[in-house]
Structure formats: C-alpha cells, structure tokens
C-alpha cells in the first residue's frame, strides 16, 4: 500500500477514483463502478449477515479500513486489526476524513506490525451469547 498517495482515501459514502494510481488494472479504488462493484458489494454482504442490533465486531486484516468504517456507521462497535501500518493509516486517515453520523458507534484500529502473529483475513462478530462464545460472520452457527 505504500504506492498510495498521502491524499488517499477509502470510503464508500464518499467514494473517489483514483484512477492514475499504479496499482493494478484491477484495483478496487480505481473507479466509482469498481468500488460499487466490489468494495460496496462485500459491505452488503456482510451486512446482511449480522444481526439488526449493535454487535462487538473485530475485522482481522482490514486492510485500508472501508468494511470497519461503515460497520462503525452502522452503530456497531468495530475493531480493525492489520499488520500494515500504510493499511492503518489509510484506515484512520479515512475515518477522519468526514465527520462521523449520529449512530455512529465505535472504531478502534491496531497495527500488529512486528507481531509473530499470522493474520488471516476475517469478521468476527462477538455477540452476547452464553459463556464467551463467538458468532463468525460467516458461519450459520
């Protein structure tokens, strides 16, 4: 990520196109379409998975921030966590970009740089379920 320009940042209610960036043919941020098409598209999805009230999400490898951000919109209380420090700051710098909506709930992000951990990319949603159990996003349990 460190291609970016300082300027750069990833929002989808406020999307922007970079299309003179060097970042691939493919690049999701390249164009309005291809962020309504892929980056917009993954928010809805995941969306529709969690429940209508407030969850404790934690995002592993978030990347640039944009799924944190709106879950955070949506009055969830989010945690993004990558091993990037552009990532992050790409994150924080969009976060920061447009002030935040009533509703809004939190967004905390962390940089696990130099950490032996290996991130895999996921969402966990933490529900209030019986002793400390985890929901995943992504699964039916």
């Keep these: 990520m460190s291609n970016l320009p300082a300027h750069f940042i990833a929002d989808l209610r406020h999307p922007i196109g970079y299309p003179d960036l060097d970042a691939g043919r493919w690049f999701q941020w390249r164009s ?3 962020i309504e098409l892929s980056a917009l ?12 009230s407030p969850q404790t999400i934690v995002e592993v490898g978030c990347g640039n921030g944009y799924l944190s951000l709106e879950l955070a919109r949506d009055g969830h209380l989010v945690i993004g966590i990558d091993v990037s420090p ?17 509703g809004f709930g939190s967004l905390r992000y962390l940089c696990t ?17 019986p002793a400390g159990s985890i ?3 992504a699964c039916s349990s």
Aim: proline share 12%; aromatic share 4%; charged share 15%.
């Design 32 to 34: 309005v379409p291809l």
């Design 41 to 52: 598209d993954t928010y809805q999805f995941v969306q529709s998975m969690l429940p209508q």
């Design 86 to 102: 552009d990532s992050i700051e790409v994150a924080e710098r969009s976060s920061a970009a447009h002030p935040h909506p009533p």
């Design 113 to 129: 740089a130099g950490s032996s951990a290996r991130i895999t990319p996921m969402i966990v949603s933490m529900s209030r379920r």
């Design 135 to 137: 929901r995943c996003s």
